[in-house]
């Protein structure tokens, strides 16, 4: 139970919402390209490309740095 509890928080902590519809892996994310209307699109390590709203854009910004 100790070790499914630990991988657990390791999750969550690895964790952050970057739009309504999606939490994402930071541990996976490659970079993230900023468009002009505050948005933005997260690109990960298997190619995927995840939008980011411009509401939660400055919380992904300041997790990123």
Request: charged content about 30%.
């Amino acid at each position: 139970h100790t070790a499914y509890r630990r991988q657990r928080q390791m999750c969550i902590r690895d964790s952050l919402k970057v739009h309504r519809s999606y939490i994402v892996n930071t541990t996976k994310i490659l970079s993230l390209d900023r468009k002009t209307a505050g948005t933005g699109q997260l690109i990960l390590d298997n190619d995927t490309s995840i939008p980011v709203s411009r509401r939660i854009m400055p919380k992904v910004r300041e997790s990123l740095a």
